[in-house]
């Protein structure tokens, strides 16, 4: 379902009536990167004669979608209590969906009529974003698998699933409800509209100090800059920060201390110090100029699928609080450093001491883990610190590394065939350069990471448990 289209011409109009203020910029065409905010004068960040510096944008609370602002919406609109009710979902990032769903039903002049309610600020403001958010969970299944052996494959995959499940779960448990009922049956409302909002939220939403993750409107026309680095070497950062009032909850927009704007120059704001994968998978670009892509984080689940005979596997993950990854980091040497604390835990075996057990405690059976008959549960979390402590360390380093490499050494090989074949994917151009795009960053990083794992490897060879380990393997 398209919401109907919100013009540019309108913002003013429409911020004057939800009090929003906007002070010397406004919202143009911004070159490669869509609409975003351009100054109109030229500003600075001082005040005149130690006035007060005048905030570009002033956001109030009760236009911005958040747990509260939602919670407050469900008892004034009946469907909107029935859908809550109905679904029963508990987080933040589900309720704030659910209503931004509720504002894009209600942009039909039919369902608004049918829900008997006002329209409210993000009825309208929903027309004004863009139909196609470019991030890969609204790709096509074939663009998709251009993803394969990125550290987006996984997470992707994932996302997809989770969103199918949830819209499932709406139009299940609506069912008994005759609004929301003919609204899905109808096909007013489908999966990709689902899928649509939450590329919404996901590209648009903010962590607000006051309010948690909040949907704000006009903030979220801002773009991204972390910083540019000019032909002399100049860095320069973002030129605009948010903040949010701790009393009113109001959200303004200003320039950082010390910048001065000529008119006609963007306003940007900083998404946060993110990875390539990252950026990709949250807002659908990936910027070259920084720091993020040095680092990288990766699923295990090429190295859990090679362990699954392992008689301890199922007690190991379900004791390991956290997901199973490999984080990938260069320093600003340029020596790569890698973090997998899981991996540690998984390359102990029952015969270097590690076990299981069912114990009863408080009247409850829970699961305890055992080093050399001792009760270490507690350092589940860190069991790498742990195992350095211990006489194997040596042993158990070097099967992660050599696990490690060879994990490594297949994700670069399965991006390299994606690269061979993805001229013969049906992809859009844009969709096809970004994934080639991560798929160069990311073989850049393991290659190498891989490098630095041979020459680890080479080292922890010498040690007396490794030849001893390697020479009975023979």
């Not at 900083?270 to 994968?277: E, M, N």
């Not at 042993?395 to 994990?407: C, G, I, N, P």
């Not at 390299?416 to 844009?430: I, Q, Y």
Request: charge should be negative.
């Amino acid at each position: 379902m398209k919401p109907p289209d919100l013009p540019l011409e309108a913002i003013p109009g429409w911020c004057e009536q939800h009090g929003a203020e906007v002070y010397g910029i406004k919202v143009a065409n911004v070159e490669d990167k869509g609409n975003g905010w351009v100054a109109v004068q030229d500003l600075k960040s001082a005040g005149q004669n130690g006035e007060p510096v005048r905030p570009l944008l002033t956001i109030p609370s009760d236009i911005i979608i958040s747990i509260k602002t939602v919670m407050q919406y469900a008892p004034e609109n009946a469907r909107f209590h029935q859908l809550l009710h109905a679904v029963q979902f508990q987080t933040e990032r589900q309720l704030v969906l659910l209503n931004m769903l509720m504002q894009l039903v209600l942009s039909s002049p039919h369902y608004l009529k049918e829900a008997g309610v006002a329209p409210g600020a993000w009825t309208e403001y929903i027309g004004l974003q863009p139909e196609d958010v470019p991030i890969p969970t609204m790709w096509t299944v074939e663009e998709r698998s251009l993803l394969k052996g990125t550290s987006l494959e996984s997470p992707v995959a994932a996302k997809m699933t989770l969103l199918e499940r949830e819209f499932a779960t709406i139009r299940e448990t609506t069912r008994a409800v005759p609004f929301w009922r003919e609204v899905f049956d109808s096909g007013h409302i489908s999966l990709c509209d689902w899928i649509w909002v939450d590329a919404l939220f996901r590209s648009r939403s903010f962590e607000l100090p006051y309010s948690g993750v909040s949907c704000v409107p006009c903030l979220d026309l801002a773009n991204h800059r972390d910083f540019e680095v000019d032909d002399n070497g100049m860095v320069t950062p973002s030129t605009a920060y948010f903040q949010q009032d701790p009393e009113t909850e109001a959200v303004t927009l200003l320039l950082r201390e010390g910048r001065t704007v000529a008119a006609g120059e963007e306003i940007t704001i900083s998404y946060g110090d993110k990875s390539a994968g990252e950026m990709l998978f949250n807002y659908g670009f990936i910027e070259w100029n920084r720091s993020g892509l040095n680092d990288m984080v990766l699923p295990l689940d090429g190295i859990l699928e090679e362990v699954k005979d392992d008689p301890l596997l199922e007690f190991k993950l379900a004791a390991f609080d956290g997901a199973p990854v490999l984080e990938l980091t260069a320093d600003g040497k340029g020596h790569w450093r890698w973090s997998a604390p899981f991996l540690f835990l998984l390359c102990v075996y029952e015969e270097d001491g590690l076990s299981f057990r069912t114990e009863e405690r408080q009247g409850q059976q829970s699961q305890r883990m055992h080093w050399k008959g001792k009760d270490r549960t507690a350092m589940i979390g860190m069991f790498d610190v742990f195992i350095n402590a211990q006489d194997v360390r040596e042993l158990v380093q070097y099967r992660a590394v050599s696990a490690l490499m060879k994990f490594v050494e297949k994700q670069i090989a399965r991006m390299e065939s994606v690269d061979r074949l993805a001229a013969s994917v049906e992809a859009r151009e844009e969709v096809e350069a970004i994934s080639s795009s991560l798929r160069s960053a990311e073989k850049r990083i393991l290659k190498d990471s891989l490098e630095a794992l041979r020459l680890e490897q080479h080292k922890l060879q010498q040690a007396e448990s490794v030849v001893a380990y390697t020479s009975k393997s023979m």
